[in-house]
C-alpha cells in the first residue's frame, strides 16, 4: 500500500516598511509581480496580507516564490522597505527590528 | 544572521537617514553616502573630486562621466556608453548601475534595465572592471535590504556570493589606495 504525504508548501513571512496603505502596497507588489514572472506565477507565490499596519505590515508567500516577490517589491512605486524575513510569523515578530509589533 | 555570510554593500544611498539602524535591519554591512560635514561608521564617502589634503575618512571618487578619472563611474543607460568604455575605461574601475530608476519604469523598461545589468556584468567580467548594484535611495523607504539586492542579481544571473566577495575585494583595495591621514 503506498502512502501518500500530504505537505503543506512551505512559506517565508515578510515585514515590509511602506509609504501609505499597506493593502495598495500589496496590490502594487501583486501586480508588479505579475507584470514581470507573468500572472500564472504571482497566483503560484500566493502574497496574502498577514498583518496590516500603518507604516509596517506582513505579507506571505510561498517559498520557491520569494525572490520573483523581493524583486517586485525593491520595484515598486511608492517604494516598500524589506526589513526581516523568516519561516513563522512567531519568530518574525521576536525579532522586531523596531518594526511590527505582535498584536 | 544567515543573511550576514558575505558582506553586502551599498554603495549609494543619499538623504537624511540613520545609516547605523539600517545595517542590521538591511543585512548591508557597508554604505556609500555623499560627504555631508560628518564622519560617521560604515560609511564610505562618496566625493566627485579627490580631495586636496589629507582626510580622516574612507571615500571613493565618483563621476558620471567617461573621460573624468574615478573609483566609480555612474551608468544610466549601458549600451548608449558600451562603445564609450570599451575605448576610454581603465582597467579597475567601479561601473555602478542603480536600482531606483528602475522603481518608475513600466514592466518593458524593467526588462530592459535587467537585460543591461546583465550587459553591464559581462561587459565588466571581460574587462577587468567592477559591477556594483547600489539602491540610489534618497530616503529610508527606497533603501533596499540585502536578500532584495541577492533576488535581483540572481534574476539578472548573477551570482550573489561571488559578486559580494568580489566588490568586498575591490572596495578594500580601492579603499587601501585613497587613504591618507590628516
Known sequence: ?103 | MEALLFNRIDLYISGDIDIASKIKTLSISRFGAPFEGDVREAVIYRLRTTPSGAVNYPYLVVSENISQPADVLMIRDFNKVKEQLKKKIKKGTGLELTVNPARKMDARSVGKWFNNLSDLYAFCHSSSCQFILSSGARSEYEMISGPCLDAILKTGGIDPQSHWRNMGEWVEERLLRNVSYA
Open chain 1, 1 to 103: 500500500m503506498s502512502l501518500m504525504l500530504k505537505r503543506r508548501p512551505k512559506r517565508r513571512y515578510l515585514s515590509i516598511k511602506h509609504v501609505g496603505q499597506s493593502r495598495d502596497s500589496v496590490n502594487a507588489i501583486i501586480k508588479r509581480c505579475s507584470e514581470l514572472f507573468g500572472s500564472i506565477a504571482v497566483e503560484k507565490a500566493a502574497i496574502r496580507l498577514v498583518q496590516e499596519g500603518e507604516k509596517e505590515s506582513i505579507i506571505k508567500c510561498r517559498l520557491e516564490h520569494i525572490e520573483n516577490v523581493l524583486v517586485a517589491i525593491t520595484l515598486i512605486d511608492p517604494p516598500a522597505v524589506t526589513a526581516g524575513m523568516s519561516g513563522t510569523i512567531k519568530q518574525l515578530r521576536s525579532r522586531g527590528n523596531g518594526l511590527v509589533a505582535a498584536k
